[in-house]
Every structure is written in C-alpha cells, then in structure tokens.
Nanobody, 122 residues
C-alpha cells in the first residue's frame, strides 16, 4: 500500500487548506486512516482520524474548525482545515492500515505517507 499526501502549503492565519491522502495498492487492507502532525522540534502525534465505521475525532484545539472525511470511490482521506492558526504548523503525515486509531491510545497503523508541510505564520 502506498499513501501519497498533497495539499499542504503556506497560508495566512484565518485561511483554509485541504489536505488529501490517496491510497493505492492493496487498499482492501485499510480500515482506519488518520493524520499525524509533527510540530517543529516535537514528536509526531495523532491529530485526527476516521475509522472504518466512520467514527472521527480531532485534537481538542481544532474541533469545530477541521473536518476529516473519506472518499471510498477515490480511496482517499481528506482533512479540511479552516480558520487556521499558527498552532497547527507542522508536517502532516497520512497513516492507515488494518486496525483502529484513537487519540486516547498511543499506536499507529502500518502504512505511512511521506508528509506534507503546513505553515501558518504567527
């Protein structure tokens, strides 16, 4: 399975971005998908996820502003990022695999994308 992200960039505070992650290969093995964020100088952490049953979750500080969704026809997961603030600056990596993701439990699935940079200046 290959995951390829797109959609990152530099955006001013208050703006919007849409990240996409397209899966190819043995995609039937993918259940949950999510986005990990690595802030400058910090460890990567789960930011948002959508499990196979459609359950979604986000870190608290973006709830109400970001929306994660799946497009099964395109084998993709998208993250609509609105009202952007500098606190979300970082590299965003798509993660997916056969299992579940949870903000409450440390763990990752087996497939990773290469990452895409999101920069929101303060």
């Amino acid at each position: 399975v290959q995951l390829v992200e797109s959609g990152g960039g530099l955006v001013q505070p208050g703006g919007s971005l849409r990240l996409s992650c397209i899966a190819s290969g043995e995609i039937f093995s993918i259940g949950a998908m999510g986005w990990y964020r690595q802030a400058p100088g910090k460890q990567r952490g789960l930011f948002s996820h959508i499990n196979s049953g459609g359950h979604t979750n986000y870190v608290d500080y973006v709830k109400g502003r970001f929306i994660i969704s799946r497009d099964n026809a395109k084998n993709s997961v998208n993250l609509q990022m609105n009202s952007l603030k500098s606190e979300v600056t970082g590299v965003y990596c798509c993660n997916g695999g056969n299992g579940r993701l949870s903000l409450a439990v440390v763990g990752e699935l087996e497939y990773w994308g290469q990452g895409t940079q999101v920069t929101v200046p303060s």
